[in-house]
């Protein structure tokens, strides 16, 4: 059944209602991504007020990406199966719950719980809100404008986050958790006015429970064990344990997916070269990301003696950017194509990350953190839309939460993963000096591991570039019955053509 929304879309004209629902889904990213940035700065905080050691405090911020990348994979598949206006309600809805109660907490492992539980439910409202969207508007322009939008909002969330959470954090932490709340319920009422019903996926043949069980054990022991690597030791038992634990449960996982007639993830998916290039892009992208960032905020805050406020207002070029930028994303993208987009963010990314190698211990903000600030906000700006765009596009809609929720796995899980590596080179090249200089170089080495990350990132999606001559956006068929059925008569109109050159040939 076609909603109303999607004809207005397939038509070119976007309707209030139609825009209504592209912000309330725009909210719900924008406060995930708020969300994960706007605790950083209250930790000090926080651990001053409920006496939280170092250890605990790390769990605040863990315990929802725990909860966030683990549960990806279950949520795009559940949106899919269960229906996604449904999931997105829901989850958000307990989102806003779990903000209200982790502000009004008075101990440690309680907060912990609520941010868990605020993980676990973005991991819903994320893959199902990108559905949505993708289900929504046809693919070519009209997804590339909304996408280009909503992706934004995320990036744009991140950003501001850190802003508002200085401000916040100097009256105090609490405001920090409590902000989201009434955001997230004044998304819920529109939510349920503006966002279509969406059918469930009555075609499938069963739940893929056993699939479900492993790949949420699988992903949640993998996080668990990133995080915990750079406390209790890479090379520890317990480690090396946890990964052979990981590999042998993914590898249990793929199976159970290659029998299982309604997979959690279709493995056939991963054949095509654009979506392996998104999903290993997003892993470089975010990775390289959240540890320039945590790089540069102890810089700024230790060494260079900085407030919370001051630090976040530094930041701010990289997200003024941005946000700026979002309604010019999808013209571009329908112009040049993701691929050349890609590379050209992650190579504005690489410069953006090299040059911040300059700074020392009295910076002139203008000349040399300035520089990195914009060009990584630019990279920004053309990577995060391209990335969701090139995931989405080709893949039926019964299957559009499943990528969705594949696509920010991959976002979660590199940026644990590489930010664990980067913490752990910082570690291993700290010296038993405590002076400013000593401190300044081991930092280094971990700003030069995240300019590699960046330019891995470029060469992967660098691979995407040969044989690219057209913008890959161009619509071709829809993915529906009928859009199956005019992709056959049109492959057998080409095989008529070529039987009549052969003919004219050899006549």
Known sequence: ????????????????????????????????????????????????????????LQWIVSGYILGYGGLLLLGGRTADLLGRRQVFLVALGVFALASLLGGLVDSGPLLIASRFIKGLSAAFTAPAGLSIITTTFPEGPLRNRALSI?????????????????????????LTMLLPAPIAVIALVAGLKLIPRSERDRTHHGYDIPGAIIGTVSMLLLVFTVVQAPEVGWATARTLLSFLAVAVLLAVFVRVELRSPSPLIRLGVLRSGNQIRAQLGAMAFFGSYVSFQFLVTLYMQSL??????HTALAFLPAGVLVALSSTKMGALVDRFGTPRLLVAGFALMVVGYALFLRVDLDPVYAAVILPSMLLIGAACALVFPSLNIQATNGVDDHEQGMVSGLLNTSVQVGGAIFLAIVTAVVTA????????????????????????????GLLITATGLRGQRTPQTTILVAKSEDGRENEREQEDKRVDERMDERMATHD
């Open 429 to 456: 090249n700290s010296s038993d000096s405590s002076s400013p200089q000593a401190v300044l170089d081991s930092y280094r080495p971990g700003l030069a591991v995240v300019t590699a990350i960046g330019v891995l």
């Open 304 to 309: 260079l003696g900085w407030s919370a406020l």
């Open 150 to 174: 909503y992706v934004t909002c995320a990036a744009t969330g991140f950003s501001m986050g850190l802003v508002l959470s200085g401000l916040l954090t100097e009256a105090s932490w609490r």
């Open 1 to 56: 059944m076609t909603s109303p929304l999607t004809t207005s879309a397939s038509q070119g004209s976007w309707t209030p209602r139609l825009w209504g629902t592209l912000v309330v889904l725009c909210a719900a990213m924008f406060l995930d991504a708020l969300d994960v940035s706007m605790v950083g700065v209250a930790l000090p905080s926080i651990g001053s007020e409920l006496d939280l050691s170092t250890s605990t």
